[in-house]
C-alpha cells in the first residue's frame, strides 16, 4: 500500500511495506523514481491531486448507496459481458455444426 503526502506530492511504500522489505524510510528513493516524481509534478498541479484526495476521503465517508451502485453496475457489466460471450460462443459452435460436411 501506497502513501502520499501533500507536500511534494510524493507517493512511497507504506511504512508496514518498508518494515517488511528492510528498507530505511528516510532514504531518499531511487534516481528512477525521483524523476518520474519531478515529471508527475510538473504534469499534475497539486490543488488538483489535494482536490482529488478531498473527494476520494469525502466518497469514503458517505454511506454505502454509492458502493452498492458501483457494485450492481459491476454486476450488470460482468452479466452482459457473459452473455455475449455465450451467444458468440453458440454462434461459432452453430457455423461450425453447419459447416461441417461428415455429421457424426
Same mark, same amino acid.
Given at each position: 500500500?501506497? !502513501?502520499? !503526502? &501533500?507536500?511534494? =506530492? ?9 518494515? =517488511?522489505?528492510? +528498507?530505511?524510510?528516510? &532514504? ?6 525521483? $524523476?518520474?516524481? &519531478?515529471?508527475?509534478? !510538473? ?5 488538483? +491531486?489535494?482536490?482529488?484526495? *478531498? ?6 465517508? *458517505? ?8 457494485? %450492481? /453496475?459491476?454486476? /450488470?457489466?460482468? $452479466?452482459? $459481458?457473459?452473455? &455475449? %460471450? ?19
Amino acid at each position: 500500500m501506497a !502513501t502520499a !503526502t &501533500a507536500k511534494g =506530492m510524493r507517493i512511497r511504500p507504506s511504512i508496514e511495506a518498508l518494515a =517488511m522489505a528492510d +528498507v530505511d524510510q528516510d &532514504a531518499p528513493p531511487p534516481e528512477h523514481l525521483r $524523476a518520474f516524481e &519531478a515529471f508527475i509534478e !510538473t504534469v499534475v498541479p497539486l490543488d488538483k +491531486v489535494l482536490a482529488f484526495e *478531498r473527494e476520494q476521503s469525502a466518497k469514503a465517508r *458517505r454511506p454505502g448507496h454509492r458502493r452498492e451502485d458501483d457494485v %450492481k /453496475e459491476r454486476l /450488470e457489466l460482468w $452479466a452482459k $459481458a457473459v452473455a &455475449a %460471450k455465450a451467444r458468440r460462443q453458440y454462434i461459432i459452435k452453430h457455423d461450425n455444426e453447419n459447416a461441417c460436411v461428415h455429421r457424426v
